[in-house]
């Protein structure tokens, strides 16, 4: 388990500040539970044999392989992980909004050009406790061009925090 870097809290306050204080946890949930190594693919296809062959049986309600620990990220690395972390995940976030608007217009079907007139494209609602906010194909093409301006800060804020600044 690692602990946190100090440099890492001017990021943090931002997310918080920015609404997106559930990116600022994940972060630090991440950053704590270290690096999950992956299973090596020769291992797993092994595995999938056994279990299909009846040679691992499930007991109960639970399947426990063996797991391997997670590596803890030392503090000088904390800083870059941050800020790939948050950049990827909100990537991620853009990606899965898009595919659902994709499936949202798919599950809609053609509009006839009855409907059509004063149609719109397919809007996701979020819903944040009592607030709610939305979103469409704009806003999330403008957020993804968004996400790229703010890795290139994020680079910037990575220079800066180890003290490594380009000026």
Known sequence: MSRLDPRLAPLITTLADAGADWLAFEL???IRRGREREEI?????????????GEI???GKEF??????????PMDEQIEW????????????LADMSAAIDNLQILAGPLDSAKAI????????LLDGEEQRQAGRADVESARLAVSKLRTALGQWV???????ET
């Not at 020769?42 to 062959?53: E, I, M, N, S």
């Not at 004063?118 to 609602?125: Q, T």
């Open 28 to 30: 630090m949930d991440g």
């Open 41 to 53: 693919e020769d291992v797993l296809a092994f595995t999938r044999d056994q279990v299909r062959q």
């Open 57 to 59: 049986v499930k007991r």
């Open 64 to 73: 426990s392989a063996e797991t391997v620990p997670a590596e803890s990220i």
């Open 82 to 93: 941050a800020a790939l972390f948050v950049a990827n995940r909100l990537d991620a976030a």
């Open 118 to 125: 004063g149609a719109s494209e397919p809007i996701i609602v």
């Open 159 to 165: 220079l800066e925090a180890r003290g490594t600044s």
